[in-house]
């Protein structure tokens, strides 16, 4: 019977085996299941002819073997593109596991029964969830790109002109209440172009896939952008010049790069799309794709490496078309989840969320010139989604308080979180309650607008403000008996 088991707990290894090898093959894998369980048992036999005369030498090395169900974490953490990798997992693991076998084949006395051997299979187990999820803790918080404590020359000096460019815009007057709404149709994630007339957002297509889509706010029409493109395509975002939309999407994704969300950018301009162009390669989810403000650097949330950062990179041409340069980091997040949700036309505010994409964010504004961070949360409020006005002067944010366990879970474990979360297409409702406040982005406070019942239909979907900061574009979805239900609005705020 210890053989049978033997051969059984070294699958797992034999496929985190094939992870190591091949990481992109069902061949490799069931090989692998196989070579691994052939290996384990050869070498249980081979400590079997030097355990002696012991009556229950096969107990022994039958709980000893049980250690290689550790792999089934180790290989699911190696699934998700944490570290150390696939082969680094492997190698500590056949190392433990021989020299489990060696204290296997000296051991004595009784080995104890079925349940003893179930107690070593969950410790097995456990063992292995721990030290997978304590060394890819550990390497996605000091082994990343440290955020800098001094802001580059370069930077700020690129931040400056596009800040000398944008007039600053009179002042409105609106107060913080709702003069009127218009209900804009379903959808999420609004952006508006810098004119305010055009609106981009993403909403199911014919098929159920979230696409993303047009509406032209004068006219009323509405065209969907991408729905001749295959997989999700949501959150666009649209250039500052109106020129390019990036968004995210999961057509690269693959039973063995199940996280792989990727950047694509495609033409706004024109009657009809003309379809996408990829960004991004990296098969960690690259999420949250804006425009700088000056329409030279791309900016996301990148789960490369198995840790979590803030990064920007240059459009280059090249190819025939555009192409990213190398990427830095803006903001390190290591092993907190971490994402950009707007930047100030003017430059001089970037907002900000870091902690886990289910969790109570902490959301803040930093100035990229300067360095000077403000925090933007309150206590149980979910920060969801920001948007400036043409001028960089007034800010907005959609606030919500969640409804979900995993509000809780501390940021360290975003790394985890945030990949999880990429596992889900649909984005779902874990909160209840919407919530608008609105004012300067660095200002002691935002004021809270008074929504009356628009905050009751659910949980905010994305915000966008006007340009003249006279009114917003919010999006909410809410659950309901037959699935979900999303709406856009358009907000009007009590102005002179």
């Known amino acids: 019977m210890h053989r049978i088991w033997a051969f059984l707990a070294g699958v797992p290894v034999g496929i985190l ?22 290996a384990l048992l050869l070498a249980v036999l081979v400590a079997g002819r030097f355990a002696g005369s012991e009556p229950e030498h096969g107990g022994h090395l039958a709980r000893a073997a049980s250690l290689g169900l550790a792999a089934i974490p180790a290989a699911a953490a190696a699934w998700l593109g944490l570290q150390p990798g696939a ?45 997978s999820l304590a ?27 596009v800040d000398a460019s944008v007039a600053l815009g009179p002042e409105t007057g609106c107060a913080p209440a709702v003069a009127s709404q218009q209900e804009l149709g379903a959808g999420a994630n609004p952006s508006l172009s810098a004119d305010g007339a055009t609106l981009w957002f993403d909403a199911p297509g014919p098929d159920g896939r979230r696409q993303v889509h047009r509406l032209e706010l004068a006219s009323g029409e509405r065209r969907c952008w991408t729905c001749d493109e295959p997989g999700h395509n949501r959150r666009p975002r649209v250039a500052p010049n109106g020129a390019a939309v990036v968004f995210e999407t999961d057509r690269h994704a693959t039973a063995f790069a199940p996280v792989n969300w990727d950047l694509h950018m495609t033409s706004a301009r024109g009657a009809a799309p003309t379809g996408s162009r990829r960004l991004t390669y990296d098969p960690a989810p690259e999420t949250f794709g ?27 041409s090249g190819h025939g078309g555009l192409l990213l340069g190398a990427p830095s980091a803006l903001v390190a997040g290591g092993a907190a989840w971490v994402a950009p949700l ?39 409020a979910k920060v969801v989604a920001a948007a400036f006005s043409a001028d960089g002067a007034t800010l907005v944010l959609a606030t919500t308080r969640p409804a979900a366990a995993s509000a809780a879970l501390p940021e360290s474990l975003g790394f985890l979180v945030g990949r999880l979360g990429a596992l889900r297409s649909e984005e779902g409702v874990r909160s209840r309650g919407t919530g608008v406040r609105i004012g300067a982005p660095f200002a002691p406070e935002l004021g809270e607008v008074e929504l009356g019942e628009i905050a009751e239909f659910g949980s ?27 709406r856009m609005l358009r907000v009007a705020l009590q102005c002179p």
Do not use: N
């Not at 550990?138 to 001094?150: D, I, N, S, V, Y």
């Not at 994409?357 to 930093?366: K, L, R």
């Not at 403000?465 to 239900?485: H, I, K, N, T």
């Open 17 to 38: 085996g094939a992870f190591a090898a091949s990481p992109h093959s069902w061949p490799a894998v069931e090989v692998g299941a196989a070579a691994g369980g052939a």
């Open 87 to 131: 082969a680094i997992a492997l190698g500590v693991l056949a190392l433990a596991l021989a020299v489990r076998l060696v204290f296997a084949a000296r051991a004595t006395g009784p080995a104890g029964g079925p349940l003893r051997q179930a107690g070593s299979a969950a410790a097995a187990l456990g063992l292995g969830a721990v030290a």
């Open 135 to 161: 060394a890819a803790g550990g390497l996605a918080a000091f082994g990343g790109p440290r955020e800098l404590k001094q802001v580059s020359e370069q930077r700020a000096s690129y931040v400056y002109d």
């Open 290 to 316: 804006s425009f700088d403000p000056g329409g030279r650097l791309v900016v996301w949330s990148s789960g490369a490496g198995g840790r979590y950062a803030i990064a920007t990179a240059p459009l280059r």
């Open 342 to 380: 707007a930047w100030s036309p003017d430059a001089r505010s970037l907002v900000a969320l870091r902690g886990d994409p289910f969790g109570v964010h902490e959301a803040f504004a930093m100035d990229p010139a300067t360095g000077r961070r403000a925090a933007l949360s309150r206590r149980g």
């Open 460 to 486: 905010p979907a994305g915000i966008a403000l006007l340009p003249d900061a006279r009114g917003f574009v919010l999006g909410q979805r809410r659950s309901g008996p037959d699935g979900g239900e999303e």
